[in-house]
């Protein structure tokens, strides 16, 4: 007896369109998920790299007030000398210092002390440094840009009377102690768009 082949059935239109529907939706949502993820990364990124730029201005001020050396420079004019520490509210420059403990790996013939500045300006906060200590108009400043989306920046000193001042030198110093004269402490108040109010509190080294 003749056996009847067995009959083959294909794929209905609809099913076809269900199946492709079914693909489609799988696919916008995994792109979606993947999306997602290179958004969320991104924002993690930038996160790291802004905390970062918080943490090196902070470490940055730190170091320099911590070692802050009592030796006055020579104006770039040659026409006087600037106390070690001067902050007189004026201009775009916060601060200006002469800090200790400039490292010198490659055995370069020069100092080991150095001259800061902190300069803010269009919401940008600047740390300036000259090659050599008393410089002259012919010696540019190194500048490096630290932090953006700055607010204000304020800052005071502890006084050996244990009395806070908004300048340095005070006002009140005797005229012979001017140039030398360091505070016992700073207060420093960063102000951001983003992170709102840091405050940190810097003893000065003996």
Do not use: C
């Not at 790996?105 to 080991?112: I, Y």
């Not at 010696?139 to 009377?161: A, G, H, T, W, Y």
């Amino acid at each position: 007896m003749k056996q009847k082949a067995p009959s083959l059935r294909g794929f209905t239109l609809i099913e076809l369109l269900i199946a492709v529907s079914i693909f489609v939706v799988i696919g916008v949502l995994a792109y979606g998920g993947y999306n997602n993820s290179v958004k969320q990364a991104e924002i993690s990124r930038a996160a790291m790299k802004r905390l970062e730029q918080v943490q090196t201005t902070v470490r940055l001020l730190t170091q320099d007030f911590e070692q802050l050396a009592p030796r006055p420079v020579r104006d770039v004019l040659g026409d006087g000398r600037l106390p070690a520490l001067l902050a007189d509210g004026k201009g775009p420059t916060l601060l200006s210092l002469t800090r200790a403990g400039w490292s010198n790996p490659g055995g370069l013939p020069r100092a080991t002390l150095q001259r800061v500045s902190y300069v803010l300006e269009n919401d940008k906060l600047r740390r300036e440094h000259f090659t050599v200590l008393d410089a002259t108009l012919a010696n540019e400043p190194v500048k490096r840009e630290l932090i953006d989306q700055v607010k204000s920046v304020q800052v005071r000193f502890l006084d050996n009377q244990k009395q806070w001042q908004q300048q340095w030198p005070p006002l009140t110093a005797a005229p012979a102690t001017v140039a030398r004269l360091r505070p016992i402490a700073v207060e420093i108040t960063l102000e951001l768009e983003d992170f709102g109010e840091i405050t940190r509190l810097i003893e000065v080294d003996d």
